[in-house]
């Protein structure tokens, strides 16, 4: 099965960068789709922003602008780059991976934003 980590996590000031990876291993089929969710304090976990086989995006509303989502088929890896943080953006940051017929999910990495 499909084994995904994630890195990149950790503490920043509010206007500051982050660049998280996930890493994808494992996969005995095509990974159509890959994504970001966020889990913050109090909430549901909820999208961020997607990325198909072919380079195709989708980002949520609060992240447009600021977030950059890419993948390297060749390595089965996933980035994205966050930009200008603010506090908002606080939570636990997981990766999913979809070949079509199942979901897969990471562990998750935290990234706190200091106001």
């Known amino acids: 099965q499909v084994q995904l980590v994630e890195s990149g996590g950790g503490l920043v000031q509010a206007g500051g960068s982050l660049r998280l990876s996930c890493a994808a291993s494992?996969?005995?089929?095509?990974?159509?789709?890959m994504g970001w969710y966020r889990q913050a304090p109090g909430e549901q976990r909820g999208l961020v922003a997607i990325?198909?086989?072919?380079?195709?995006?989708n980002y949520s509303d609060s992240v447009k602008g600021r977030f950059t989502i890419s993948r390297d088929n060749g390595k089965n890896t996933m980035y994205m780059q966050m930009n200008s943080l603010t506090p908002e953006d606080t939570g636990v940051y997981y990766c999913?991976?979809?070949?079509?017929?199942?979901?897969?999910w990471g562990r998750g990495t935290l990234v706190t934003v200091s106001s």
């Open positions: 494992g996969s005995d089929s095509s990974i159509l789709v």
């Open positions: 990325i198909t086989i072919d380079g195709v995006t």
């Open positions: 999913e991976a979809h070949d079509g017929r199942k979901a897969y």
